[in-house]
């Protein structure tokens, strides 16, 4: 396959136009049935969508990746499938079928595959969205919506090679509340994260660590990612309880910890006083995969983890994890998804 003409070591995790995206709309009590291929581009959309007006939408992150086996591959895309049923359930938008979207996801990614980095280079991340398209002044779910899918070849999330993390835990925002929409990937809980990430970058952290609104002694996730923590033997991450992103990477990495690395993991109750002295500390998620944190500040005190470098269960489950997404290693779980390319 001819890939195309493209700097492949400066990607970052950027906007890349490629050739086609999906779009299909549906009613609101509708099936999601057709929707096809168009060219890659701007899209238009009412002043008074309920997307723009109301937040209602929702979204995914995969990616796409070039394999040792010279196959095209996706990680787990039925777990992003059902999330974003969830996650449209949640907003009360028609959810998608599982099958109807895969199918669209391969169709996309067949279709850009010569966007996808070649083996190592890193992947095509792919982004579903679903979104309220009618206009609609009062609040109110939309009467039409519409699923677009669209795609862009990546390298890594945070800028340069991949080095520990430095965080700022914060005590003057919150993430999500409980019983609110934490647990879904709306598009919301993005935006009420900017003016926090833009805060902790200006005082020259990579990132915030949220604090569970309803008990500040736990922490919560990255915004970006999930988080674990291990102290010996014990790996922790705080528990699916309500505002918390069941993430997929987040799911692979409890599963691989235990089973390669024999550790006792542990879904539970994070503290934050616990993350300053743990063995290591590190982010799981579709743009970050495992990312190490070397500092963590709170109240103006920094505690560094591992004297601030990437630690051993980190290391060994990043590998072992892109290891088997990019079929350099077997993958007994049947995670791996081969998409036929045309
Ligand atoms: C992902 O990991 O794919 C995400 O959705 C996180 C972020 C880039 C919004």
């Not at 291929?37 to 997307?51: K, R, T």
Request: hydrophobic letters at 35%; proline letters at 6%; aromatic letters at 10%.
């Amino acid at each position: 396959m001819t890939k195309q003409n493209i700097d492949w070591d400066a990607l970052g995790f950027g906007v890349y136009p490629t050739r086609s995206m999906w779009q299909s709309t549906c009613p609101i009590n509708g099936d999601w049935a057709d929707g096809s291929l168009i060219p890659y581009g701007n899209i238009e959309i009412s002043p008074a969508a309920g997307v723009l007006n109301y937040g209602q939408g929702v979204f995914e992150g995969m990616k796409a990746y070039h394999s040792a086996k010279d196959r095209i591959v996706l990680f787990r895309p039925n777990m992003n499938g059902k999330r974003i049923a969830n996650s449209s359930h949640r907003l009360c938008m028609p959810e998608l079928k599982t099958d109807y979207f895969l199918n669209a996801v391969e169709q996309v990614v067949s279709d850009n595959s010569d966007f996808i980095p070649p083996y190592g280079k890193g992947g095509l991340y792919i982004r579903p969205i679903v979104w309220g398209t009618s206009p609609t002044l009062g609040v109110a779910p939309a009467s039409k919506y519409t699923f677009m899918i669209y795609t862009a070849p990546v390298g890594s999330y945070f800028k340069g090679n991949i080095k520990p993390l430095n965080l700022i835990a914060s005590d003057s925002y919150h993430r999500a509340a409980p019983k609110g929409i934490g647990n879904v990937k709306a598009i919301g809980n993005y935006s009420a994260s900017l003016r926090p990430v833009i805060e902790a970058k200006t005082q020259g952290f990579d990132e915030v660590l949220y604090l569970k609104a309803d008990d500040e002694r736990l922490v919560e996730e990255v915004g970006s990612a999930n988080i674990f923590m291990r102290k010996g033997n014990q790996l922790v991450t705080p528990k699916l309880s309500g505002s918390i992103l069941p993430g997929v990477t987040r799911d692979s990495i409890i599963q691989l910890a235990q089973d390669r690395l024999g550790l006792q993991v542990e879904e539970g109750e994070l503290l934050l006083s616990d993350v300053f002295s743990a063995d290591e500390i590190f982010c799981t998620g579709t743009a970050v995969v495992v990312t190490p944190v070397g500092q963590v500040t709170f109240r103006g005190k920094t505690h560094t983890i591992n004297d601030g470098n990437m630690g051993e269960a980190a290391t060994e489950l990043r590998k072992t994890l892109l290891g088997i997404q990019r079929e350099d290693i077997d993958d007994p779980y049947g995670w791996v998804h081969e998409v036929k390319t045309t």
